[in-house]
C-alpha cells in the first residue's frame, strides 16, 4: 500500500518555475514507477511525465518537453516535478500517481495509487 502526498502548487506569474512535491509511505517506494498527471477545468485527465523505479529512465509529454523535469529521491521517498517556463496552459491541477511496475507509462488506469492533487494556477 502507498499513500501519497503533493505539495507545492500555488499562483505564478507566466514564465515562473514551481516545484511540485509528492511525498510517499511505504516501505516499497523504490519498487514504483512514479507519474505526474495534470486535469484542467472541463478537460481529460493528462499524462504529464513519468520516472522507472531506478530513476533511470525519464518520458513527458511533448507539451512539457525542455520546460518540465521529473526527478525522484528514493531514500527522501519523494517525486519531483521541477517546471519552468510555464505558461497559462499548465493551469490545472496536478496529480502525482504510482504503480507497482519497473516501466513508466502514460495511461492513467495503469496507476494503482493516487495523491489529492495540488492546484497549479499561471497567470499575471
Known amino acids: 500500500q502507498v499513500q501519497l502526498v503533493e505539495s507545492g502548487g500555488g499562483l505564478v506569474q507566466p514564465g515562473g518555475s514551481l516545484r511540485l512535491s509528492c511525498a510517499a509511505s511505504?516501505?516499497?517506494?523504490?519498487?514504483?514507477?512514479m507519474c505526474w498527471f495534470r486535469q484542467a477545468p472541463g478537460k481529460e485527465r493528462e499524462f504529464v511525465a513519468a520516472?522507472?523505479?531506478?530513476?533511470?529512465?525519464?518520458y513527458a509529454a511533448d507539451s512539457v518537453k525542455g520546460r518540465f523535469t521529473i526527478s525522484r529521491d528514493n531514500a527522501k521517498i519523494t517525486a519531483y516535478l521541477q517546471m519552468n517556463s510555464l505558461k497559462p496552459e499548465d493551469t490545472a491541477v496536478y496529480y502525482c500517481?504510482?504503480?507497482?511496475?519497473?516501466?513508466?507509462?502514460?495511461?492513467?488506469?495503469?496507476?494503482?495509487?493516487w495523491g489529492q492533487g495540488t492546484q497549479v494556477t499561471v497567470s499575471s
Open positions: 500517481a504510482a504503480r507497482p511496475n519497473p516501466y513508466g507509462s502514460s495511461r492513467t488506469y495503469e496507476y494503482n495509487y
Open positions: 511505504g516501505r516499497t517506494f523504490s519498487s514504483y514507477t
Open positions: 520516472i522507472n523505479w531506478r530513476g533511470g529512465s525519464t
